[in-house]
């Protein structure tokens, strides 16, 4: 009998202001469509720890305090592999310092405005990305009102 196992993937939001943190991908699958800082849990990695790595892996910042954003489900599809189930556990944090440049499998890092998002949505690497900025949308907006009381 063959199990459908699924694999953890890890990821940081990042939010600048009224702009999330967005990557163009650089190698399959989905080559050129647009993505959250994240990938694979390694063995032995934390969840945190390995969305961490990620996101300096492929922006070169690094972020101070971060929460639990969610858990998403989804599909990846790997040519020679096949598709398989994926889980995928977000963190968010604001954006301190640091010029986000595309790294190892990101080809550019840009600031997206929370209001490009629906535009944008045609081009997500993956489903699971509209539930997870709709939800960092909705942080980012108790955190700015938070922050001004």
Not at 28 to 50: C, L
Not at 53 to 59: A, C, K, V
Not at 82 to 91: A, I, L, S, W
Request: aromatic share 12%; with cysteine; glycine share 12%.
């Amino acid at each position: 009998m063959i199990y459908d196992y699924p694999r953890s993937a890890a990821g940081v939001v990042v939010v600048k202001d009224d702009t999330v943190l967005l990557l163009r991908r650089a190698e399959p699958p989905q080559v050129g469509r647009v993505d959250i800082p994240g990938g694979f849990i390694e063995a032995g990695e934390s969840i945190e720890g390995a969305a961490r790595r990620e996101l300096r892996e492929e922006t070169g910042i690094t972020l101070g305090r971060v929460t639990s954003l969610g858990f998403y489900w989804d599909h990846y599809t790997l040519g020679g592999f096949g598709r398989f189930p994926t889980m995928n556990f977000y963190f968010i944090g604001h954006w301190r310092r640091g010029v986000p440049v595309g790294g190892d499998d990101a080809a550019s890092a840009e600031w997206v405005p929370f209001a490009r998002l629906a535009v944008l949505r045609p081009k997500f690497a993956w489903k699971h990305m509209a539930a997870c900025l709709r939800d960092a949308r909705r942080w980012a907006r108790e955190s700015a009102k938070q922050g001004s009381a």
